[in-house]
């Protein structure tokens, strides 16, 4: 497990190598003015870190893999663009599901995501490409989605959002949403947050994952979550709980409910590069 989890991070810090290593040139402007001011103008790329350790592998309310997992994260933003790096770890490779599996294996899957957010006035919206990439898993074919999310303040500390996924590659035609209501607040520095949210399938969805053919509501869930900065790295506990509403998905799973925990410590920094100058009047 020790030389599959340093493949996973020597591939995720290369990765990261490798586009700080691309370097940015800033454009000249002509000067058609004599009256001018120059300002300087911060360019940075922001970087987050983050490993974890997970009690169970959930997915939209659904139990996936095995327990005791982590799903270490690299993410990348630079402006309005984001490239996130995470992957899926066993901890206990000999525990995955000998029926899920060709064999046992730490580093199963990998996780590719580029992502774009903006806002129109209070609205924010991000739209992104997800990559799911499985290995050694039975009846589960590497897929691609892509995804619209809205979300818009509501009441002080509330927040309305919906998340429209639409599979494009391996399960064509699945759509999934994923409507929540969440709380934030900040005290010093510590984070806290709680959501309500309820997930929707179509017949494509629900056929593919539970073998079913009926459409709408399948789970309803709460989650909390706790993030404390410290003055090198932050912590955050989360917890989740989802009951099952439909019938079918209860028989396939054999089970009503899911609920995990999970523990991370991460780092949020930023490069700066050479700084552009806008010339004004």
Request: proline fraction near 2%.
């Amino acid at each position: 497990m020790k030389i599959k989890f340093a493949k996973t991070l020597s591939c995720l810090l290369f990765n990261c190598f490798i586009l700080f290593s691309l370097q940015t040139t800033a454009q000249t402007e002509e000067m058609n003015v004599i009256d001018t001011t120059v300002t300087a103008v911060e360019n940075t790329i922001d970087v987050n870190i983050e490993t974890n350790y997970m009690k169970r592998y959930l997915w939209r309310g659904l139990l996936f893999g095995n327990d005791d997992v982590c799903q270490p994260l690299l993410g990348i933003t630079y402006k309005k663009w984001s490239l996130n790096l995470s992957a899926n770890i066993n901890y206990v490779p000999k525990n995955v599901p000998k029926e899920s599996y060709t064999k046992p294996v730490a580093f199963d899957e990998q996780d590719i995501e580029i992502l774009y957010t903006d806002k129109i006035g209070k609205l924010d919206y991000e739209i992104k490409a997800d990559m799911y990439i499985y290995f050694h898993q039975i009846n589960s074919p590497s897929t691609a989605e892509f995804n619209v999310k809205v979300a818009y303040p509501i009441y002080k500390n509330f927040t309305l959002s919906s998340e429209n996924v639409f599979d494009i590659n391996a399960y064509s035609g699945a759509y999934h949403n994923n409507t929540a209501l969440d709380w934030a607040i900040t005290k010093g520095k510590t984070d806290f947050g709680l959501g309500v949210n309820v997930g929707m399938g179509n017949a494509a969805f629900n056929n593919t994952y539970f073998g079913g053919e009926t459409s709408g509501i399948f789970y309803w869930g709460t989650s909390a979550e706790v993030t404390k900065q410290f003055k090198y790295f932050y912590a955050k506990i989360n917890g989740e709980y989802n009951f099952y509403n439909k019938e079918e998905i209860k028989m396939a799973s054999e089970i009503n409910n899911t609920s995990n925990v999970s523990i991370a410590i991460g780092k949020n920094f930023s490069i700066k590069l050479p700084n552009k100058k806008n010339r004004k009047k």
